[in-house]
């Protein structure tokens, strides 16, 4: 693995090896550990700290995005994913990686692709996209 912008990709694991939704920890040679997770018919990659209080995110539940509206209006965006965090249920948006509670605060997300079958990165950090979600208090 090297750094700067000739960054060599780095096999995290095989794409029949990850469950929709379930976190999948990779340990990385420098003991990093890092989560890899499939949602919809995507791949995210990022930190396992909770940057909260350090909990590990390994054992964090993915889900989509849940928005109240009115009472007692509930309603599940199906394009957005969050994983919760184990600890004190902060919620991380796997696009942003913002906290859902406190923007301040956000998991680092990596780059990804898919090639012959396997997980790979070149862990360079992944520009957020879209909108954060909205704030909860
Ligand atoms: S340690 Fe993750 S929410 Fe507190």
Not at 18 to 37: F, K, Q, W
Not at 58 to 70: F, I, R
Request: charged share 25%; proline share 7%; with cysteine.
């Amino acid at each position: 693995m090297t750094t700067g912008a000739q960054r060599a990709t780095v096999d995290l694991c095989g794409v029949d090896e990850l469950e929709p939704g379930v976190v999948r920890a990779v340990c990385l040679p420098n003991d990093r550990v890092l989560c890899v997770v499939r949602v919809g018919d995507e791949i995210r990659v990022f930190n396992a700290t909770c940057p909260h209080h350090y909990a590990s995110l390994t054992n964090g539940v993915v889900h989509n995005l849940l928005e109240a509206g009115a009472p007692p209006a509930l309603t599940v965006d199906r394009e957005r994913w969050v994983i919760t965090c184990p600890w004190h249920r902060w919620e991380y948006d796997l696009e942003s990686g913002h906290a859902l509670c406190d923007r301040r605060l956000r998991i680092k997300l990596y780059d990804s692709e898919v090639v012959d079958g396997r997980v790979v990165s070149r862990l360079a950090p992944k520009a957020a996209s879209g909108d954060a979600p909205p704030l909860r208090a």
